[in-house]
């Protein structure tokens, strides 16, 4: 997706060997004109798979996936990380580690957001080691449901989580991959 490239070359900031900061339009400042753009993307990307319901994380997923929701006309959902007073309905869990933190956090979603024998779509800001897309395919299996894709707004592909992902079987469109980074720069493919 040309216009996101743009985007993470003319602004992305490489931290480290292996950490993107885009906090300009999709981690703390958020274009939402772009968020648009990248939700019609997935739902043209995803339209053949009869999408019942959209999947993602607390806090940096949510802006693309509740675009990609309302082009699809379907419900979001995304899991919480940590325990609140706030759920206290039975729910499911699984444990992720997070890549940025480098912590465990158990993610959970309460029982009634995902009916059994839906298709599901996951959808997240970024994938390294895979882990916070196999925790919720973790929880949409424990619903009986099906995850039906995986849609990853920039996928740093020198990492594992691709391969995981596809080696599981899940259907993973990814709008920009990394292949690696050079001096500071971000190399796309
Ligand atoms: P994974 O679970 O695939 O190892 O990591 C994906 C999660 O970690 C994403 O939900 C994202 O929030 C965060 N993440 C991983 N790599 C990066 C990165 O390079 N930059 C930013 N901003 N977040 C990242």
Redesign the pocket.
């Known amino acids: 997706m040309q216009l996101l490239k743009d985007r993470i070359l003319s602004e992305g900031i490489v931290l480290n060997d ?5 906090d300009s339009f999709l ?1 703390h400042q958020i274009d939402p004109q772009l968020m648009l753009a990248i939700g019609q993307e997935f739902a043209r990307q995803f339209k053949h798979k009869n999408i019942q319901r959209i999947l993602t ?1 607390e806090a ?2 949510i802006a693309v996936a509740l675009s990609t929701a309302l082009v699809m006309h379907v419900p979001l959902v995304f899991a919480k990380k940590g325990v609140s007073q706030l759920m206290c309905e039975t729910s499911y869990q699984a444990p ?1 580690h ?3 933190k480098n912590i465990c956090n158990n993610v959970s979603v309460i029982k009634k957001f995902l009916p059994p024998k839906e298709n599901i779509l996951i959808i ?10 196999l925790g919720l395919a973790n929880i949409i299996e424990q619903a009986g449901s099906n995850v039906s894709g995986v849609g990853i707004v920039i996928e ?1 592909s020198f990492q594992n ?1 691709a391969t995981l992902i596809r080696e599981k079987g899940y259907d993973l469109h990814s709008l920009a991959c990394i292949r690696e980074f050079q001096n500071n720069t971000v190399i796309l493919d």
């Not at 292996?18 to 885009?22: A, P, R």
């Open positions: 292996s950490i993107l900061k885009v981690n994380i940096a997923g992720v997070s890549f940025t997240d800001d970024f994938l390294a080691h895979g882990q916070a897309v740093k989580g």
